[in-house]
């Protein structure tokens, strides 16, 4: 079912150009119910999701490769890991976010899990995105915070998200993902999209404490290119199933 995906990142550049907003889901593999699993599928086909990401702060239940395949078996969305370190890599995905968290100062997260990665996927035909992970102070500790040992940036502080994300581009990201983090208490506050939208040029993806459709689109009119719905959709799985369209 699951048909070639040529590139993930042509797509959302192209859609970045077009103004076609994108959508994905998040799932985390710890949070999944094996024997929910064909539910959780038809859930996600259902929904207008344009793009899957699958991963998560830790990843302990060691299911990930069953969980891509099951998946591929029926989706045809791109499917895109979303990883907190090396050992959530799957050959059997079509792209991995390559991610740099530029907001903390943890070399683990900076560089030095990249360089454990870099050469489990040289062996695989992922395609490889390098992108730009800001997390942003949301009102609680979220799971990023706590794993990484990083604290977000102060949601206030403007100027600096901004320089961090200009920095981004400028070491060559070709995304940039703003986080407030899994559960967040305080979705990323407008102003801040709409500030690097304007001020940057690679395509911004927004996720964390988005739980309503007027979130969702408040995101887009802000600047967001692609948001991420995670838990909102892990507690909720009918979260869709009364929006038509985006």
Do not use: C
Not at 64 to 92: R, Y
Not at 221 to 234: N, R, Y
């Amino acid at each position: 079912m699951h048909k070639q995906i040529t590139s993930i990142y042509k797509q959302i550049t192209q859609a970045k150009q077009q103004n076609k907003k994108l959508l994905a889901i998040l799932i985390d593999p710890d949070k999944i119910k094996w024997e929910n699993v064909t539910e959780l599928i038809g859930k996600i086909q259902q929904s207008p999701a344009t793009h899957l990401l699958v991963g998560g702060s830790l990843v302990e239940n060691k299911i990930l490769d069953d969980l891509i395949l099951k998946l591929k078996a029926t989706l045809t969305i791109p499917i895109v890991l979303f990883p907190g370190d090396p050992s959530q890599i799957s050959a059997h995905a079509d792209a991995i976010l390559f991610l740099s968290l530029l907001s903390g100062r943890n070399p683990d997260y900076l560089i030095e899990y990249q360089v454990q990665a870099a050469p489990i996927l040289k062996r695989t035909k992922l395609e490889v995105i390098s992108t730009g992970y800001i997390l942003i102070e949301s009102g609680n500790e979220t799971a990023v915070a706590r794993v990484s040992k990083t604290q977000p940036i102060d949601r206030k502080k403007l100027d600096l998200v901004l320089a961090t994300a200009q920095a981004g581009e400028m070491l060559g990201n070709k995304l940039l993902y703003l986080e407030a983090g899994s559960g967040a208490k305080n979705a990323i506050p407008l102003p801040m999209i709409q500030l690097i939208a304007n001020n940057i040029e690679i395509p911004i993806i927004v996720g964390g404490g988005i739980v309503t459709l007027q979130q969702i689109q408040e995101a887009y009119q802000a600047g967001a290119d692609v948001v991420v719905i995670g838990t909102a959709f892990e507690n909720n799985p009918h979260f869709f199933d009364e929006i038509s369209q985006l």
